[in-house]
C-alpha cells in the first residue's frame, strides 16, 4: 500500500525567508507526486505534480519540488515567503493499477510572521 | 470556466437525520470523486465514479452511505442516518479521465456538524 508521510502540523517562518514543507512517500511502483494547497473554507488547488522526466518540477506562486527516488521524498520549497502563502499544504501520491487512488499525507499549516 | 460546484456548503443537523451532499463537476470530467476530510487530516477517498460506474466504492460505508452519478454528470452522496462522527468536510472532485497523473479539481466541500 503506498503512503504519505509529513512530519510535524505547522511551519512558522518568516515573510521573505525560506519556504521548506518535507514529504516522504512509500510506494510500491513508480509514483506520480503532487502537492496540493488548501486557503481556509476552500477546496484543494493543484500546485505542482511529478509525472516523469525531470525531477525538479515548479510549479504556481513561485513553488518547486524536487523529486528525490533514492529518499523516496518530495519536498516542496519556495524561496521568499509572501504572507499570502498562509495556508495548509498536503503532498499526495498516486500510483498505478491496484494504487491507483491518491493518497493524501496529513497536510501542514503554514505561517507567515510579518 | 467554471470550477466543480458544491452544495450545500454547511449543513447542521441532528444525529440520525438523513443529509444529502450535491456536486456538479467541471464540464467534460468524465471521473468525479467524493472525499472525506477529518479535521486536521487530509482527504480520503469514498467514491471514484468513472462517468456512471462506481469504480472504486471499497472505502464508502455502505450501511448508511449512499451514492449516485445519474448521466454521469452531477452526484448526490447521502449519509441516512447520520452519527456525530460522520462530522467532517465533504469535498466531491472532478477529472478529466481518472488515469495516471490526471490532475483532480476539488469543490470548495461541505462542512457537515451533527449534533
Known amino acids: 500500500a503506498q503512503s504519505v508521510t509529513q512530519l510535524g502540523s505547522h511551519v512558522s517562518v518568516s515573510e521573505g525567508a525560506l519556504v521548506l514543507l518535507r514529504c516522504n512517500y512509500s510506494?510500491?511502483?513508480?509514483?506520480?507526486l503532487f502537492w496540493y494547497v488548501q486557503y481556509p473554507n476552500q477546496g484543494l488547488q493543484l500546485l505542482l505534480k511529478?509525472?516523469?522526466?525531470?525531477?525538479l518540477v515548479k510549479g504556481i506562486n513561485g513553488f518547486e519540488a524536487e523529486f528525490k527516488k533514492s529518499e523516496t521524498s518530495f519536498h516542496l520549497t519556495k524561496p521568499s515567503a509572501h504572507m499570502s502563502d498562509a495556508a495548509e499544504y498536503f503532498c499526495a501520491v498516486r500510483g498505478t493499477g491496484a494504487n491507483s487512488k491518491l493518497t493524501f499525507g496529513k497536510g501542514i499549516t503554514l505561517s507567515v510572521r510579518p | 470556466e467554471a470550477g466543480v460546484v458544491q452544495s450545500p456548503r454547511y449543513k447542521i443537523i441532528e444525529k440520525k437525520q438523513p443529509v444529502a451532499f450535491w456536486c456538479n463537476p467541471i464540464?467534460?470530467?468524465?471521473?468525479l470523486y467524493w472525499y472525506l476530510q477529518n479535521l486536521g487530516q487530509g482527504p480520503e477517498l469514498l467514491i471514484r465514479y468513472e462517468n456512471e460506474e462506481a469504480v472504486d466504492d471499497s472505502q464508502l460505508p455502505k450501511d448508511r452511505f449512499s451514492a449516485e452519478r445519474l448521466k454521469g454528470v452531477d452526484s448526490t452522496l447521502k449519509i441516512q442516518p447520520a452519527e456525530l462522527g460522520d462530522s467532517a468536510v465533504y469535498l466531491c472532485a472532478s477529472s478529466l479521465d481518472g488515469m495516471g497523473a490526471d490532475t483532480q479539481y476539488f469543490g470548495p466541500g461541505t462542512r457537515l456538524t451533527v449534533l
Open positions: 464540464s467534460g470530467h468524465n471521473t
Open positions: 511529478y509525472t516523469t522526466g525531470a525531477t
Open positions: 510506494s510500491s511502483v513508480p509514483p506520480y
